[in-house]
C-alpha cells in the first residue's frame, strides 16, 4: 500500500518508497507510478534522497526497473500515463544529476558509476518476448534521462566518452539491438521530442547542452579510452570528439532511425541538433536554453573549442553542412549564437589586421578564411542570420560609443580609430548582407518574411553582446550617460527595423542589399551621435564623424559582399 502524496518523514525513508516503487517495474499500477513521480518531484534536488535511490536500486536495477516501467506503460498504458511516464523520466535526471554532484555530499561512489557504465554496454531483455521488439542497451534506456540536469564532469563526461566510443565501433549497434525481425521498433523509454531517439547520443549531447562545464572539457581535454564493459583502458589520448561527430559519410556515428523513413546511416536530424546545443554550451560557457543575461567570458578552453568548430565548419565540405539540406542544418540556431557570443573574435578575424577590437576573454585566433565561411554558411538561415546580425550591430555600436568616451586616448588617430572600429563590423554586414540577398532573391516573400521576424526576434541578443564587450566599459566612466550604460530598447529595435526587407518581386535583390548596406552603415552613425548626447559638439564636426563610420562600415561591407560573391563563384 502506497501514499498518494509524499511522506512527511526522512529523505532515506521516502527514498525507500521511491526505490520499492521503482523495482515494481513492469506491474507499477497508474496509481503508483503517479506516487513514484510525485516523490521524485519533491526530493530531485535533496542529495540525501537521491543517493540513497540510485544507491539502493544499483545501477542495473535502476535501468532494468525504469526500463521494464516505461516499456511496458508505453505500449499498454493509456495516454495519461504515458505523460506521468515523461515527468518520471525528466525527474529521474534531475535526481541523478543531484546525486553524482562530485563537490557536494553525500553522492553516488565511483564504483557506482563504474557499474553504470558497465551496464550502459549490456542488453536487457525487458519484458517477456511476445511483449516486446528487442533488447536495449542500458544507455538506451539511460539516454533520454540524461536530457534533463546539468551534470558534474566527472560523472557525465565518462558516460559520453564511452558512448561515443561503442558508437564508432559499431555505428549500427543501438538500432540492432532495438529491433526485431528488421523491423525497428520505437520502444516507450525513448521519449525524444519526436518520438526517435534509438541513437544514445541524442540525449548525451542534450545532457552536454545543459552541462557546460563538462560540455567544453568533453571537446577540449585529453580522452580516456574505455573497454568495452566501461573499465579504463589509456588515458590522455588525443581528443577526436569533435570530427568524430561530425563525420558527413555513411555509418555516422550520429545515425538514427527515423520515424516514417526506416534506417538513416548518415546524422540524424535529431543528433545534428543535440551536438549544436553541446558546442554551444562548451564554447559560451552557459547551457544552450539559457539565451539571455550575461554570457560568461570565455576561457582559454572554451575558446580553443571555438576555433576548432570554426575550422571544422568553415573548410572543405563545413560550409555545405551547415546551408539547407545539410546534414547538419539543425545545428544553424546554435551556430549563430556561438558567432554571436565570439563577435570580437569574429569581426578580428575578418579583418585580420585589426588587434584593438575589445574580446569577452581569452581570445579564439579564429582562421580569416574559415570564419568567412561560415559566416557566409549561416547567413542563409534565417534564425542565425538574425542573431549575427543583432550581435554585430551591438558590438560595433558599444565599441564606436567607447571610442567616443576615451577620445583623448587616440588623438590625431581619431577619426582613423572610428572607421577601424567601424570596418570589421561592415565587412561581417557584407557577407551576411550578400547571402542573404541570394536566398530572399531565389525565395521570395517565404524567406524575406522569415529574415525580418528573425531579425526582430534577437534584439535580446544585441542587449547581451552590447554588454559583454565593449558596453561594459561605460560602467566605469565617472558621469557616463545613463543611457549608454544600460541601452533602451529603441537603440537596437530600431536598427532591426532598418534591416527589414519590404520589396516588390521585381525589387528583391536590390531591396535586400540595400536594406542590409543601410542598416549597417546607419548603425555606426546612430552610435557615435547617441555617444556624442551632451558632450556638446560642434554638429559639423559630429556630423563629420558620423559619416566616417557610416563610410568605413560600407567599405567593409562592400569588401565583404566582393569575397562572398567569389567564394559563390
Known amino acids: 500500500m502506497f501514499n498518494k502524496k509524499p511522506l512527511g518523514g526522512a529523505a532515506e525513508q521516502e527514498a525507500k518508497q521511491a526505490v520499492d516503487l521503482m523495482r515494481l517495474g513492469d506491474k507499477a499500477s497508474p496509481t503508483q507510478i503517479q506516487q513514484l513521480e510525485a516523490l521524485l518531484k519533491a526530493h530531485s534536488g535533496d542529495r540525501g534522497f537521491a543517493t540513497a535511490f540510485y544507491t539502493s536500486l544499483g545501477p542495473e536495477g535502476f535501468l532494468k526497473a525504469y526500463g521494464s516501467m516505461a516499456e511496458y506503460s508505453g505500449y499498454y498504458g493509456s495516454e495519461a500515463t504515458k ?3 515523461t515527468e518520471v523520466q525528466a525527474d529521474l535526471g534531475l535526481t541523478l544529476a543531484t546525486a553524482t554532484n562530485g563537490d557536494k555530499q553525500p553522492h553516488l561512489t565511483e564504483e557506482w558509476q563504474a557499474g553504470l557504465r558497465k551496464a550502459g554496454a549490456t542488453q536487457y531483455r525487458l519484458l517477456p518476448e511476445q511483449l516486446q521488439g528487442g533488447n536495449p542497451y542500458g544507455y538506451q534506456i539511460l539516454s533520454n534521462i540524461l536530457r534533463t540536469g546539468t551534470y558534474d564532469p566527472h560523472f557525465l563526461n565518462p558516460i559520453v566518452e ?61 580522452a580516456t579510452v574505455y573497454n568495452e564493459d566501461g573499465t579504463v583502458k589509456a588515458t590522455g589520448q588525443p581528443n577526436t570528439y569533435l570530427k568524430q ?7 555516422s556515428i550520429l545515425q538514427d532511425f527515423q520515424p516514417d523513413h526506416g534506417p538513416h546511416f548518415t546524422a540524424a536530424p535529431q543528433e545534428a541538433l543535440a551536438l549544436g546545443h553541446a558546442l554551444e554550451a562548451a564554447t559560451t560557457g552557459r547551457p544552450y536554453d539559457t539565451t539571455d543575461g550575461p554570457m ?6 572554451m575558446s580553443a573549442v571555438m576555433k576548432e568548430v570554426t575550422d571544422r565548419f568553415g573548410n572543405t565540405d563545413g560550409p555545405g553542412l551547415l546551408k539547407k539540406g545539410g546534414l547538419f542544418e539543425n545545428m544553424d540556431s546554435s551556430f549563430g549564437h556561438m558567432v554571436a557570443s565570439y563577435m570580437g573574435d569574429v569581426q578580428t578575424a575578418v579583418d585580420h589586421n585589426n588587434h584593438a577590437l575589445p574580446l569577452n576573454g581569452a581570445a579564439a585566433n579564429l582562421d580569416q578564411g574559415a570564419t568567412q565561411k561560415l559566416l557566409g554558411a549561416l547567413g542563409r538561415n534565417p534564425d542565425a542570420y538574425g542573431t549575427i546580425a543583432q550581435a554585430q550591430h551591438a558590438y560595433t555600436t558599444a565599441y564606436l560609443q567607447d571610442i567616443m568616451s576615451h577620445k583623448d586616448r587616440y588623438g590625431e588617430l581619431f577619426g582613423e580609430a572610428i572607421t577601424n572600429a567601424s570596418r570589421p563590423g561592415g565587412e561581417v554586414a557584407g557577407i551576411l548582407t550578400a547571402v542573404a540577398t541570394d536566398e530572399v532573391y531565389n525565395q521570395k516573400q517565404q524567406e524575406m518574411a522569415a529574415y525580418n521576424d528573425s531579425v526582430d526576434k534577437k534584439v535580446g541578443w544585441a542587449k547581451q553582446v552590447w554588454t559583454a564587450t565593449a558596453g561594459k566599459a561605460f560602467g566605469e566612466i565617472p558621469g557616463a550617460d545613463k543611457l549608454l550604460a544600460f541601452p533602451t530598447d529603441s537603440i537596437f529595435e530600431n536598427i532591426a527595423k532598418g534591416y527589414h526587407i519590404d520589396t516588390y518581386a521585381t525589387d528583391f535583390a ?4 540595400n536594406s542590409g548596406r543601410n542598416a549597417a552603415a546607419g548603425a555606426a552613425e546612430t552610435a557615435i551621435k547617441d555617444a556624442a548626447t551632451g558632450k556638446g559638439l560642434d554638429p559639423v564636426y559630429l556630423e563629420t564623424l558620423a559619416t566616417t563610420a557610416a563610410n568605413g562600415t560600407k567599405q567593409g561591407l562592400a569588401d565583404g559582399v566582393v569575397l562572398t560573391r567569389a567564394i559563390n563563384a
Open 245 to 251: 561527430l561530425t563525420g558527413a559519410g555513411v555509418n
Open 510 to 513: 536590390a531591396d535586400s542589399y
Open 83 to 85: 505523460k506521468v511516464l
Open 162 to 222: 564511452h558512448m561515443t566510443q561503442l558508437s564508432a565501433e559499431n555505428p549500427g549497434r543501438w538500432e540492432d539491438a532495438v529491433s526485431k525481425g528488421g523491423v525497428p521498433i520505437v520502444e516507450a523509454f525513448f521519449l525524444g521530442k519526436d518520438g526517435s531517439g534509438m541513437n544514445p547520443l541524442s540525449g548525451a549531447l542534450e545532457g552536454l547542452g545543459h552541462s557546460p562545464a563538462a560540455a567544453t572539457k568533453f571537446f577540449h581535454d585529453p
Open 296 to 301: 560568461p567570458p570565455h576561457t582559454p578552453e
